[in-house]
């Protein structure tokens, strides 16, 4: 045995921050179906994800910055997003977004705030779309992962429109 090897040793170099931010979504999305499917206790057929738009994850990334920072004051946090000419054509949906995305935000650990920051916004879609086969295994149903913009996509309820970054709006069947 190798008695030079240090195991207490932590080497943040070696830390894969999009491989953590991708195992915490799908932990995340596990847990909160688990959730859906015990409150209704539904066998499901078919479960939909449906990820958020990306005004949101735009405005998200604005949030987290001001949230690494000090604490988020929603009321200058939406003077400076009225002014983005990219949120305009949301701008109404972005008041009503941001108070949420605040309390969501402040239910997270400063270190995962941390770690979502510099990973930029991991597409979730992708990241869900990867996991189908184990999804699919998981809740012996089919699966399928729509993004809040996808016109086409299957939204009976319409659960697309409460979609948040890091937290897919779920649809069960």
């Not at 935000?105 to 869900?128: G, T």
Request: net charge positive; hydrophobic share 40%.
């Amino acid at each position: 045995m190798n008695s030079n090897i240090n195991y207490d040793r932590f080497d943040k170099s070696k830390v894969d921050a999009l491989a953590e931010e991708r195992e915490n979504i799908l932990t995340d999305l596990i847990e909160d179906t688990l959730n859906v499917l015990k409150a209704t206790k539904i066998t499901p057929k078919r479960i939909c994800y449906y990820t958020a738009a990306t005004w949101k994850k735009k405005v998200q990334r604005k949030l987290l910055a001001k949230a690494l920072q000090s604490e988020v004051k929603i009321n200058e946090v939406m003077k400076e997003l009225v002014m983005d000419s990219t949120l305009k054509a949301n701008i109404k949906a972005v008041a009503s977004f941001v108070p949420k995305a605040v309390k969501t935000l402040d239910r997270l650990p400063k270190d995962r705030k941390s770690r979502i920051f510099q990973v930029e916004l991991a597409n979730e879609k992708e990241i869900i779309e990867d996991a189908t086969f184990f999804l699919k295994s998981r809740f012996n149903a089919q699966i399928d992962v729509f993004s809040e913009e996808d016109e086409t996509r299957y939204d009976p309820k319409q659960r697309a429109t409460i979609a948040l970054p890091y937290q897919p709006a779920i649809y069960v069947e």
